[in-house]
């Protein structure tokens, strides 16, 4: 994961965050306006607090998920897949290696 997937994941966690606090706005006044006063302001913050729990809780996840994932990638690179520092080159063909490529019928088709 990288750093931008990573961006995007806590913006889409900031706007569910957002989008949970004014859905319950709305459902509060709602329910202001028909039922009277059901829901204190004390409950509000209640509420407010369990989300950002809810969200803290789900970053460190993200956190830990992202240090699992870099972990993963520096063994990748350090495992023998990258090419730094090997020898890509073929060796030169000798006269007699040649020679023997066109005695076997290797050369030439």
Known sequence: MNDEET???EEENRQKAEEEAKRKAEANSAGTKNQGNSETPKSMIEDANKAAE???TANAKQEELIKRQEDIEVRRKLGGNASAGQNNEQP???DKTYAERVMNGEVGK
């Open 7 to 9: 961006k995007r994941i």
């Open 92 to 94: 030169e063909e000798t």
């Open 54 to 56: 809810r969200l803290e």
